[in-house]
Each structure stands twice: as C-alpha cells, then as structure tokens.
C-alpha cells in the first residue's frame, strides 16, 4: 500500500521585519560574530505573527488550509499529530487547540511531539507506522513555530534570523501528491545540552523597553556545538540521507531536490558541501533562507509545500527531507512525488 502526502501546505504571517529592522542589535553582536549576522548570512527578512495566541492560530489556519485543498472536513480525519515551538504554553501543545478550533471528532487521539527541527519528519513517519497497521486512513499532521508568541528574546542576535509560520499534510493512501519510500534517523545525543531553546532572562536587558518582560524565549548555541557542527556537518548530512537512500534501494545521484531546516547559512553550507563531495550538486537543495530566515521546525516543510504550489516539483522526482533537530536528534525522509 502505499502511502503519503495527499496533501501539504504552508503559512506564513503577514508581518515582515526587514534586517534594518534589527539595527539596534548590531551593537551587540560579538566582533567575531558580525559575519554570522550580515546577509546572506543572516536573512534579508523574517516573518512574525505578534499575538499572544500565535501558535493557536497558524494551527488553525494552516490545518484549514490543509483540509480545504484536499477537499476534506474533520471528520474525514482520523488523527492529529502536532508539534509547536513557541506559544503561550508550554504544556499542553497546539494539537488540542487545532482540535478545538476544527471541532474535529471528540473521540479521535491527538499526539504531540517535540522535537524541533526532526519533528516533521518524525510525525510524518508516525503517521506512516500507524497508517500501516489499519487502525487510521488519514492523518492530520501540523507543525507550527511561533517563538514570537512565547516571548522570543528580542534583545539575541539570534532573533533576527527566526520566523514564524506553519506547515500541514495529510497523510494517507489516497489522491497520493507522493509516496513515502523510507525514513532514517541518528541521535548524537551527547549534544543535548549545547544547542537548546530555555526560558531565560534577556541576554542583553539593556535593550529593554520599559516595562518589557526581561523573560524571554532563549536559544542557546553553545561553542561546543558549533565545533560539533564543524567535525562532523559534512558526514553528518551524508550518512543520515544515504541510509535512507539505501533503504529505498536509492542512490545519492537519484536525488532530484533536498529540503533541510534552514538552522543558518554556515551550517547548510557544511552539509551541501558534504553531499557535494559525493556528486550531489548543491542546487538540488531548495529553500527560502533569505526570505524567511529559520523558522525552527516548520521552514522546511512549508518550503517543500511552497516549491510544489509553484510548479517546482516534476513527476517522479526522487525527494529528500532532512530535519536536524533537538537533543541531537535527527531524521531523514525519502518520497517519490507523484504529480
């Protein structure tokens, strides 16, 4: 049976912040740092959703959207998968609320996972696992980033280079746009605590409005992690899509179009110069960093669903999702796009 998107969709909000919008940061950012936050390094723009019920609201739009292009109600659906980085909560995750807001069947299960950048991924391949075993014909999966909405610290370089925006897919067997073909995963885990998102104070309160919170949404790249980034970026990326090649019964040169989560620049550029090495010319890889910088775990999948609404997409072309994500944790897909 096979099985895959019958659906994929992107939103993304209308509030664009330009680079000059971030000028008060520059005097903060570390002399060895400037390179890492000057275009095209950092992105030209980002996108930001300013409300406080943000990640309620791009999971309920993007599942809208998601159902109205595959001509579908709620109670076709069967399960949601959800995943959010940032909103006003903590616990619960935005599934419920995409549940609520949908009026989607009481008696239906609502799963949320959490792990960044992977989590698309890994929902996607859930939903493939319980598809399999009879018990669901369609799945609801949403991944929603809105760090703007949990109070993302304003005063960290780091914010400049974050969006907020959604992606939705159903997954099942019919009316296929693709077919999933394999999945695999690798988990450094030893990274866990050298690149993380925390509740913090500001890193730099003297940039503070009065009466602005001096909590905010923190992530943290510690240097360890980025000599992490540097030993292995190359194999890392390598490794991990290969295995999944293989498991297709693929090879690297079958590759028509790469998505990854577009963390920065700097560390895209060591895994497409590591698949490189081995004859995956880097034009196969697709994104949108300079129009929405990172937008955690969401930016890759809206990428894929924004290149197939423009016609980016041949039938047959062989797909690879790369999703980096928390912990150290990370997952790749491969599908077969069908038309």
């Not at 664009?16 to 060895?32: G, H, M, N, T």
Request: aromatic residues 10%; proline residues 4%; glycine residues 10%.
């Amino acid at each position: 049976m096979k099985i895959g998107y019958e659906t994929i969709v992107s939103y993304w909000p209308e509030t664009v912040l330009k680079r000059s919008d971030f000028a008060y940061l520059d005097q903060v950012i570390p002399a060895e740092q400037r390179e890492m936050f000057q275009v095209p390094n950092a992105p030209e723009e980002v996108r930001r959703i300013n409300d406080k019920d943000g990640a309620e609201i791009l999971g309920e739009r993007v599942a809208r959207k998601a159902l109205d292009a595959a001509g579908l109600e709620p109670s076709d659906i069967d399960c949601i998968i959800a995943e959010n980085e940032g909103g006003k909560y903590i616990i619960p995750g935005v599934g419920c609320a995409v549940h609520q807001r949908l009026d989607f069947p009481q008696y239906m299960p609502v799963f949320d996972i959490k792990q960044g950048g992977a989590s698309f991924v890994d929902a996607s391949h859930l939903a493939w696992c319980l598809l399999l075993s009879g018990q669901y014909k369609r799945i609801l999966v949403v991944t929603v980033a809105a760090s703007s909405a949990g109070g993302l610290d304003k005063t960290s370089p780091l914010s400049m280079t974050i969006s907020d925006g959604a992606a939705a897919a159903i997954v099942s067997s019919q009316n296929l746009k693709c077919e999933f073909l394999s999945y695999s995963t690798r988990t450094d885990s030893f990274i866990y605590d050298q690149c993380f998102v925390a509740l913090r104070p500001a890193e730099h309160p003297e940039l503070l409005n009065e009466g602005e919170s001096e909590m905010g949404i923190y992530l943290a790249i510690t240097p360890e992690f980025f000599e992490y980034q540097q030993r292995v970026a190359k194999s890392y990326v390598r490794d991990l899509v290969e295995k999944a090649a293989d498991k297709a019964k693929l090879a690297l040169s079958d590759l028509d179009v790469i998505f990854a989560h577009q963390a920065s620049m700097l560390l895209m550029e060591g895994w497409m110069e590591g698949l490189e090495e081995v004859g995956v010319d880097r034009g196969k890889w697709k994104g949108t960093f300079n129009k929405y910088g990172g937008a955690l775990n969401a930016d890759f999948p809206a990428n894929l669903a924004e290149f197939w609404e423009e016609g980016g997409l041949r039938k047959d072309s062989i797909v690879a999702l790369f999703g980096p994500g928390g912990g150290g944790h990370t997952s790749s897909l491969i599908l077969r796009w069908l038309g």
